[in-house]
């Protein structure tokens, strides 16, 4: 098991899904870990129960990713409790699967300001109050090398992500701090399934190796592995974890 101990972590959107997950996982390895939430604050403590059940600690806070002036209040409220940021894991994110023929100006932004904005705010407070040492994962998606149908927004959105993240890697190394990025494959999570009919998971589980799709916990060991020291070399990449998907 990796050694966390006394680092203190961040993981934005991390009331359920691969957030929640990465969130124990870190807080088993040591850490002790922030749990960011918009609006599910009974998932939120649900995932502080468990952590706390297993000798861990954590802090829940609500902030909306999408207002830069809530993600500034998520680090202030994060070094108020714990005194410093070490990780932070930028997971949060909404996924609208719609054709270019279906989908809204509302819900085109909604992804955006979700997805885009809420990395961006949040690597920007990073860049001034992360540890010298730091660790940064976003979380991304496979959707970027592929060219899926009713998945347009949500892969720009991904794409920019992407891009943020190296560059900021590229500004942060000086002070040993790394950034890289996880584009996961199909997981078994809501925002997965969302939206999507039997069919579709099914046609899409086929394309993995071993025709199914990922779970949370595959996900959540690989930043896991990123996030430690033995990690301090990787910096700038975009590993996929996907089951051979992408």
């Not at 000798?55 to 410093?84: K, N, P, Y």
């Not at 799709?213 to 930043?223: D, F, H, K, P």
């Amino acid at each position: 098991m990796k050694d966390l101990q006394n680092k203190v972590a961040i993981i934005t959107g991390s009331s359920r899904g691969i957030g929640a997950e990465i969130a124990r996982r870190l807080a088993a390895a040591g850490a002790r870990v922030v749990i960011n939430y918009v609006s599910r604050e009974e998932a939120a403590c649900s995932v502080h129960e468990s952590i706390k059940a297993l000798g861990g600690e954590s802090l829940v806070v609500q902030a909306d990713m999408r207002i830069s002036t809530e993600v500034h209040r998520l680090f202030d409220a994060t070094i108020e409790h714990f005194g410093r940021v070490d990780i932070l894991i930028n997971n949060a994110g909404v996924l609208i699967f719609k054709k270019f023929s279906e989908i809204s100006d509302e819900e085109f932004d909604r992804v955006m300001d979700s997805n885009v904005k809420g990395v961006f705010y949040a690597l920007r407070e990073a860049s001034t109050r992360l540890s010298d040492g730091g660790r940064v994962v976003t979380i991304s998606s496979t959707v970027t090398r592929m060219l899926l149908p009713k998945y347009g927004a949500y892969a720009a959105s991904k794409g920019a992500i992407e891009q943020l993240t190296r560059v900021f890697a590229k500004e942060m190394g000086e002070r040993g701090i790394t950034a890289n990025i996880v584009s996961p494959g199909p997981v078994n999570t809501e925002l997965f399934t969302t939206g999507k009919t039997e069919q579709d998971i099914e046609r899409i589980s086929a394309m993995s190796a071993r025709n199914r799709v990922g779970e949370t916990g595959e996900i959540a060991e690989l930043v896991l592995f990123l996030v430690s020291n033995e990690a301090g070399w990787v910096t700038g990449q975009n590993i996929s974890a996907s089951g051979g998907v992408a």
